[in-house]
Every structure is written in C-alpha cells, then in structure tokens.
Nanobody
Framework: QVQLVESGGGLVQAGGSLRLSCAAS????????MGWFRQAPGEERKFVAVISWTGGHTHYADSVKGRFTISRDNAKNTVYLEMNSLKPEDSAVYLC???????????????????WGQGTQVTVSS
C-alpha cells in the first residue's frame, strides 16, 4: 500500500493562494496516478484534480479549472496542488489519494483510489 501525507493547508483570504503537497511513500510503484479530493462538513467527498505519474496527464473538476494546477515531482514522489483565486466555497479538508491506474476519460470517483492521506484543512475567509 501507498502511504500519503498532505501538507500546506491553512487560513487564507478570498482571492489568495495556497500550495498543497502530498508526499507518497511505501509501494509507490503500485500507483499510476495521484488525485486531490475535498470534503466540507456534512458533504460528500468531491473530486478536485488528478495527475498521472507517467506523462503528467491531468483532469480537473469544472469548479477549479483555470484556478487550480496539479503537478508532480517523480523524483520526490510528491504531488502538488497550486490553488489561486481562492473562494470561501473552496474551504474544506483536502485529501490526497493514490490510484493503481489512470483513465483518460475520468478519474473522479472515490472508488478509483485505494490509498488516502489524512487530509489538510483549507479555510478561505471572505
């Protein structure tokens, strides 16, 4: 299994930026892609973005397109989520997840991922 540790969350004003990191360890060779999800209190976990380790192919949720950028550093087994123009509705716990495959169609389902981090809190004030 892959172990995932997120960092970089915090409190930011609307319009500001944050950069989240997710460091992977363990059986990283079993992972073909890494995704970010977010979960606000009382809501279900929602897909944000995903990137493949090979080729760097990406998918984004419509709500973050043009504002968030996912990237990876294969040498460090680390994935990043650069978040710009943040809005109060972006506030949530952000979780990193690893999947054993990558689909060019979609990777938005929670069931696609088999390893999860503990999450990092992002709070955007208005």
């Amino acid at each position: 299994q892959v172990q995932l540790v997120e960092s970089g969350g915090g409190l930011v004003q609307a319009g500001g930026s944050l950069r989240l990191s997710c460091a992977a360890s363990g059986r990283t060779r079993d992972s073909a892609s890494m995704g970010w999800f977010r979960q606000a209190p009382g809501e279900e976990r929602k897909f944000v973005a995903v990137i493949s380790w090979t080729g760097g192919h990406t998918h984004y949720a419509d709500s973050v397109k043009g504002r968030f950028t996912i990237s990876r550093d294969n040498a460090k087994n680390t994935v990043y989520l650069e978040m710009n123009s943040l809005k109060p509705e972006d506030s949530a716990v952000y979780l990193c997840a690893a999947a054993p495959f990558f689909s060019l169609v979609t990777m938005a389902k929670v069931e696609d991922y088999d390893s999860w981090g503990q999450g990092t809190q992002v709070t955007v004030s208005s």
